[in-house]
């Protein structure tokens, strides 16, 4: 029943029942059970839907079948962390990052990821400002491959400016390449190749 939101049910209804089904899961409860919480879990996205991350701690702790991963402004920049794949995310289908984060990633990768349909990457990321070494001389990329749902890449200003290459390869339903600013310098991968492949 996806059309169902509203749940109002008396204090005693079902209160005597083991256990409660909801989407094919079954929830152990305490008898009697707490209708109101059952309310509440109704009402609530599917606990897989949603993360927030804050930390690298926190990324790597996700469920696989996480649909929608949202990274906090600020968060990622550990000094060892320098790859980012995201394919083990098989069910992601919404990916944003905040600003300022993942500072130290060199090597982004999405590959095959079968229901991938937004990247939206915020402010400054994907850069480090904070190294001496200018970052300019790595081989430092993104590649989005084999994504049959993905239908815009959205990067805000100053984020990718060292990589050296953006590759997009087979991305059928492919749609918007929203790269910086129109109005201000973006310098987003200003020492990058772009390689397009269809």
């Known amino acids: 029943m996806p059309s169902l939101t509203n749940v109002q049910l008396s204090k005693r209804a079902f209160g005597y029942n083991p256990s409660i089904t909801v989407h094919g899961i079954a929830l152990p409860c305490c008898s009697p059970i707490d209708v109101g919480a059952l309310a509440d879990y109704l009402m609530k996205p599917d606990s897989l839907a ?5 930390s690298i701690v926190e990324l ?3 469920e696989t079948a996480i649909k929608t991963i949202v990274v906090d402004n600020n968060s990622c920049n550990d000094e060892d962390f320098t790859q980012l794949d995201l394919s083990p995310f098989v069910n992601l289908v ?3 990052v905040g600003s300022s984060s993942f500072e130290r990633v060199l090597s982004f ?3 095959g990821m079968q229901f991938l349909e937004s990247i939206i990457i915020g402010e400054k990321s994907f850069v480090d400002y904070h190294s001496e070494v200018n970052t300019e001389s790595t ?6 491959h084999n ?3 993905l239908k815009e890449l959205k990067v805000q200003n100053c984020s990718f400016k060292y990589y050296t290459l ?4 087979n991305l059928s339903s492919f749609e918007t390449l929203d790269i910086g600013s129109l109005t201000v310098v973006g310098e987003c991968f200003m020492y990058s190749n772009l390689e397009i492949v269809s």
């Open 94 to 96: 919404y990916f944003e």
């Open 60 to 62: 790597h702790g996700l």
């Open 139 to 144: 081989d430092s990329m993104l590649s989005i």
């Open 147 to 149: 994504c049959p749902m």
């Open 166 to 169: 953006l590759s997009l390869m």
């Open 109 to 111: 990768m999405i590959d």
């Open 50 to 54: 949603t993360a927030n991350v804050h």
